[in-house]
């Protein structure tokens, strides 16, 4: 028998180096994202209930306020004079982030100054309303949603 035969050559030990790292990178920035990957996930899915939300004020023919803090947030209805807790719809229900604590600043031409704890924005039926921005902060990420006043929703990462 060869004794060359025996074992691996330099060649294939490092090619099956060079797999299992590519393997193991995969694996760590699968399982675990950076914030980056978490806040564009939160602001995805904000926008996506930010136009169901549009949707809803059309088809109640009433104001729907979405209302955030840096743990949750929650979208109101109007019943009578004051503003409820949508507690009907499963998609527009009160949740928390899934990252916390977020920090939410209104941006735009009548927006908040960000000094407050809460931030509000409303969707109301008929006429097509300012365009606007929400900032979302986790670490040192950043998102912004914006909307065209339209019901046109799309989500920047800058």
Request: proline share 4%; net charge negative.
């Amino acid at each position: 028998m060869d004794k060359r035969a025996r074992g691996f050559t330099l060649i294939e030990v490092m090619v099956v180096v060079v797999l299992m790292g590519v393997l193991l990178a995969t694996v760590a920035v699968t399982a675990f994202p950076d914030d980056g990957a978490k806040l564009r996930t939160e602001a995805d899915r904000l926008a996506q209930l930010w136009t169901i939300a549009h949707d809803e004020a059309q088809i109640r023919v009433t104001p729907l306020v979405w209302e955030a803090d840096g743990n949750a947030f929650r979208f109101l209805a109007r019943d009578g004079s004051e503003l409820v807790p949508v507690t009907d719809d499963n998609l527009l229900r009160a949740r928390r982030w899934d990252v916390s604590p977020i920090q939410v600043t209104r941006l735009g031409t009548n927006a908040d100054t960000g000094t407050t704890a809460t931030v509000r924005v409303a969707f109301a039926r008929g006429v097509a309303q300012d365009p606007f921005a929400v900032e979302l902060r986790y670490n040192a990420a950043r998102a912004v949603v914006r909307t065209d006043g339209l019901g046109n929703f799309s989500v920047d990462n800058p």
